[in-house]
């Protein structure tokens, strides 16, 4: 590698000198410091034997002041476990799933678990590798996000891992424990609103022909038991494809938008599209709520800062992540993992629905 001239660097100063470092604590410091055995420090850390609660804060207090970091890789060997996780997404552009990320390795951080994070495509072979790569990884469980296909499900379970589904269950084995959202819920809160502000004429942007999944389906099924409630029915050409992402709700509500009697009010299966559907309104040259209400599902944070703030069916990721987090616990430490029932989205009303004007 040839530098720029007049750059010199010397990769000796780079380094630390070895006098310079600060030796690692261990238990035999402490111990030292605290005037007790190294037995009783790792009782005190390990939270087993008797130790006089005197002991105890001593012990702490050293292990405060020389700031002891325990060995993890020595702890994992002993347990015969690594203390990682596998967590799989569909990918982190969809805000949800970055979300989903941030609130898993937070609260898995605070129970002692680091995770990997794989993004699985619609490509059976580049998914197959990755998860492959997860066991070579030698992780303790797998945390799945998203719905998986088929053949996907078979390497996961060739892995002999504790596995725990999220969000939605679609072709998970039987045995598998989860922890669900009802979705259904979440479509018809989403036309209940909708309706109850005036609206008739109503578009859905969703993600269709995902190759088995129902996790958009229950949405829109949803959404049309609120219709039928009021004698109405969704008009099949007022559905569209989203592809689950904001540049497709952007093409899909620009098709809605552009028919001849569009509809005054869309709701799209996750805020992503919803997003996109706002940025074609604004393109057309609709205002927002006046000429055009708009719904999401998920209530990612981007949905309170968009112009106007959208109005959302909220899913309560960390209660569900919670949830999941403690199940795989379970699963990993040969407990029962019981799933509970799927819990219940909630309607969050902001700026971008109103009543209809036409």
């Known amino acids: 590698m040839c530098w720029p001239s007049g750059l010199s660097i010397n990769f000796v100063s780079l380094a630390l000198n070895k006098d310079q470092r600060r030796p690692m604590t261990t238990i035999y410091d402490i111990a030292k410091a605290a005037g007790v055995t190294a037995t009783t420090v790792s009782n005190v850390l390990s939270g087993k ?26 702890r994992s060997l002993i347990k015969g476990r ?12 969809n805000p949800f799933y970055a979300e989903t990320t941030t609130i898993v390795e937070r609260l898995a951080y605070a129970v002692g ?22 066991i070579l990884r030698q992780v303790d469980g797998i945390l799945i996000t998203t719905w998986t296909e088929k053949q996907i499900m078979h390497v996961i379970a060739a892995m002999q891992l504790p596995v725990v589904h999220c969000f939605w269950e679609d072709d998970k084995p039987a045995s ?46 949803g959404f049309q038991n609120a219709l039928s409630q009021h ?14 992402s904001m540049e497709g ?27 996109g559907a706002m940025a074609a309104a604004w393109e057309l040259g609709l205002q927002i709520p006046r000429d055009l209400s708009i719904i999401g599902l998920d209530d990612v ?40 029932p799927p819990l219940s989205p909630t309607l969050v009303i902001r700026g971008s629905t109103g009543p209809c004007l036409q």
């Open 249 to 275: 709700g952007k093409t899909a509500a620009h098709k809605l938008l552009t028919q001849p009697n569009p509809p005054t009010a869309i709701f799209a299966t996750n805020d992503a599209m919803a997003i």
């Open 301 to 340: 944070t981007l949905a309170k800062y968009v112009v106007p703030p959208l109005t959302t069916v909220a899913i309560d990721k960390e209660a569900i992540l919670s949830h999941a987090i403690k199940l795989l616990l379970d699963a990993i430490n040969g407990q029962e993992a019981v799933s509970p």
């Open 82 to 93: 690594t203390g990682v996780i596998g967590l799989i997404l569909s990918g982190v552009d």
């Open 113 to 134: 678990l680091r995770v990997f994070t794989t993004t699985l495509s619609g490509d059976d072979q580049v998914g197959q590798k990755m998860l492959k790569d997860l």
């Open 231 to 244: 004698g109405l029915s969704l008009d099949p050409i007022l559905l569209q494809d989203g592809r689950s």
């Open 176 to 221: 598998t424990p989860y922890v669900a959202i009802d979705l259904e819920s979440g479509g018809l809160l989403a036309g209940q609103h909708l309706l109850s502000l005036g609206h008739r004429h109503l578009g859905v942007i969703t993600h269709l022909n995902r190759d088995g999944s129902s996790a958009h389906e229950q949405r829109v099924a």
């Open 49 to 74: 034997g008797s130790v006089s609660a005197t002991t105890r804060a001593r012990v702490l207090k050293y292990v405060r002041e020389l700031e002891y970091q325990p060995n993890l890789i020595a």
